[in-house]
């Protein structure tokens, strides 16, 4: 079910589907310049199983924008959905990208609310001075061309080359997502992730289960960040898929939706 919620940092949208009251909480969050809707697959998927809840981060999706909102933020903003519904238990937490830099501060902002944890095609590195710079280029692309120029210049980078040549139907959807964020969303999503932390101190102290999924053709953050992250983690777990990019869970949902269900036992 679609809901809007306000929050002390505006109004936040996401997707809550109850299966009963004693579930387990299973919560997606998106990537970069995508919404809620880029987890559709998983979330009708581990409705059988889990109560599934998939906001919109800050400025996409119909959540309000929130000025100079940091990767930190984010996990708070999740975190005060969480207790405003009253999830006293704690969830399993997934995210691709910059969803993935959300719950890696999530976690080591909020460890006690975290059962398990997923991270897709992410990293803990922060942005380095080449990186950067692009994000302002990007920045810029946003403010002449809004988010579909910012679509059309990441696409080769954001998804696999099995799939552009292979799944249009895939292709057209990320576009037709990332097509409907607003300039203003884009661009303070272009500086949160300029702007994120370092996430690599904390990764020793993460102690719940882990799973690292990344796929085999992702170009924007490669296989050698997961492995990284996998390693890193005390006990995490590494999947890579094959013929799959940075979207991998739109991508080969089928693959994706069976490596986490092995994970979590569904």
Do not use: C
């Not at 000025?67 to 708070?76: L, N, R, S, V």
């Not at 999530?106 to 059962?115: E, Q, T």
């Not at 292979?166 to 959807?173: S, T």
């Amino acid at each position: 079910m679609y809901k809007t919620i306000n929050l002390s940092r505006g109004t936040t949208s996401y997707y809550d589907i109850p299966k009963d009251d004693v579930s387990p909480v299973l919560v997606w969050l998106h990537a970069f310049p995508q919404d809620r809707t880029m987890w559709e697959s998983q979330r009708t998927h581990f409705a059988t199983t889990h109560r599934v809840i998939v906001p919109d981060l800050p400025g996409f999706g119909d959540s309000t924008p929130v000025e100079g909102w940091t990767i930190d933020m984010a996990a708070d903003i999740v975190a005060e959905l969480l207790d405003t519904l009253k999830i006293t238990e704690p969830v399993v937490l997934g995210g691709l990208s910059m969803g993935g830099y959300t719950a890696l501060a999530f976690a080591r902002r909020h460890p006690g609310k975290l059962k398990a944890l997923i991270l897709a095609d992410t990293k803990a590195e922060p942005d380095d001075a080449t990186a950067k710079a692009g994000r302002e280029k990007t920045i810029a692309l946003a403010k002449e061309k809004g988010a579909a120029g910012v679509i059309e210049a990441m696409l080769p980078k954001i998804v696999g080359e099995t799939t552009r040549a292979k799944y249009p139907d895939v292709v057209g959807g990320v576009i037709a997502i990332a097509e409907k964020q607003s300039t203003e969303g884009v661009i303070g999503g272009l500086k949160a992730l300029r702007d994120r932390p370092d996430a690599t101190p904390g990764l020793g102290k993460i102690a719940v289960p882990t799973l690292v999924i990344v796929g085999e053709e992702d170009l924007a953050t490669p296989i050698t960040n997961s492995e990284r992250l996998a390693k890193e983690i005390p006990g995490a777990k590494l999947i890579v898929l094959p013929a799959v990019g940075h979207l991998s869970n739109m991508e080969d949902a089928m693959a994706f939706n069976s490596a986490v269900g092995l994970f979590l036992g569904t």
